[in-house]
Nanobody, 128 residues
Framework: QVQLVESGGGLVQAGGSLRLSCVAS????????MAWFRQAPGKEREFVAA????????LYADSVKGRFTISRENAKNTVNLQMNSLNPEDTAVYYC?????????????????????WGQGTQVTVSS
């Protein structure tokens, strides 16, 4: 059974930091592009960051560039999202995703439809 399990969410004050982690199981994800998306109440799910299967290439949404860093540890089937300088607009449920494709990478990795595996999400709340 393929699973992506997020952790690390919580409540933090504006200006603070959180580190999200996603552990994948049920298959090997070392050849998958991995990503984080988020969904705020009443809004559509949006792209946050993506990382290539080797961890060399990264994409970020303009709203998080310079504040968030995505990384991965293939030996542990883990992808992380370090979030710094958080603001209330970052409040959302954060989802981990894997594309399920073999060594595939392009700017399309911003596209939600390019991902076939999803976690259940972890809540991040930033208070002002």
């Amino acid at each position: 059974q393929v699973q992506l399990v997020e952790s690390g969410g919580g409540l933090v004050q504006a200006g603070g930091s959180l580190r999200l982690s996603c552990v994948a199981s049920g298959r090997t994800f070392s050849r998958d592009a991995m990503a984080w998306f988020r969904q705020a109440p009443g809004k559509e799910r949006e792209f946050v960051a993506a990382i290539s299967y080797r961890g060399v290439d990264r994409l970020y949404a303009d709203s998080v560039k310079g504040r968030f860093t995505i990384s991965r540890e293939n030996a542990k089937n883990t992808v992380n999202l370090q979030m710094n300088s958080l603001n209330p607009e970052d409040t959302a449920v954060y989802y981990c995703a894997a594309d399920g494709k073999n060594m595939n990478w392009s700017p399309r990795k911003r596209n939600i439809r390019d991902y076939g595996y999803w976690g259940q999400g972890t809540q991040v709340t930033v208070s002002s």
